[in-house]
């Protein structure tokens, strides 16, 4: 029987993958068995459109590569991660914690279209990725929303101000904004879970956001 797969996703600098490491553990001391994977997976030839993408080989700016290109390139590196390293997990029962999936997709690309074309997109995602390559639905998606200005200070704090270390998302703060508009459009239209991870000036604390996803997963379990 399968097991469940939860996706922990955000913009950039929410604090994704320190909060998936932290449920890890807690789904751990509850005696589930967790398997923890990210997106993209860089340590995998799979992934090399997509650090092409984003060191900027094909363009320069995130909308110098369409949506529906840029969504195959990392479809691609989930596939095979998913062939790879936990389908055999997920079949046996496991609990696959995921930081970014299939969601990620609707939140970086889906703004790179007019907005009268969100929902032919989100459909075109679904049967893209969950129809045409069968990857796993998740059972539960969990977006950190954090404020552009709060995630921005810590994206800052993470390279000491060094725009040469930024990916091409991360260097386009237009385009981040754009990630926000199209991240809660989103969760709405997909039901996901949104927890807030800032009071408006600074990020909550780390334990507090743990404990707010722990009750959504626990609400559906």
Not at 31 to 44: A, M
Not at 186 to 209: H, S, Y
Request: hydrophobic share 35%.
């Amino acid at each position: 029987m399968p097991g469940k797969l939860i996706v922990i996703d955000g913009l950039d600098g929410s604090g994704k993958s320190t909060q998936s490491e932290r449920v890890a553990e807690c789904l751990r001391t509850r005696g589930e068995q967790v398997k923890l994977i990210s997106f993209p997976d860089y340590g995998e030839p799979s992934s090399a459109l997509v650090k092409m993408y984003l060191g900027g080989e094909f363009s320069d700016s995130p909308n110098g590569v369409n949506a529906y290109a840029a969504s195959a390139f990392y479809a691609v590196d989930r596939y095979a991660s998913f062939k790879k390293f936990w389908e055999k997990e997920y079949l046996s029962g496991h609990t696959i914690l995921a930081t970014r999936y299939v969601s990620s997709n609707a939140i970086h690309q889906m703004g790179k279209l007019p907005r009268n074309q969100w929902d032919e997109y989100l459909k075109w995602l679904d049967d893209f990725e969950f129809g045409k390559l069968c990857l796993p639905r998740p059972d539960q998606v969990i977006f950190l929303n954090m404020s552009r200005s709060v995630a921005d200070r810590l994206i800052e704090g993470r390279y000491g101000g060094d725009e040469n270390r930024k990916d091409i998302h991360e260097k386009d703060r237009a385009y981040l904004q754009s990630c926000q508009e199209t991240a809660e459009y989103a969760a709405k239209a997909q039901n996901w879970r949104v927890i807030r991870c800032d009071d408006g000036k600074n990020p909550l604390p780390l334990e507090f956001v743990t404990e707010r996803i722990m009750e959504k997963i626990e609400s559906r379990a």
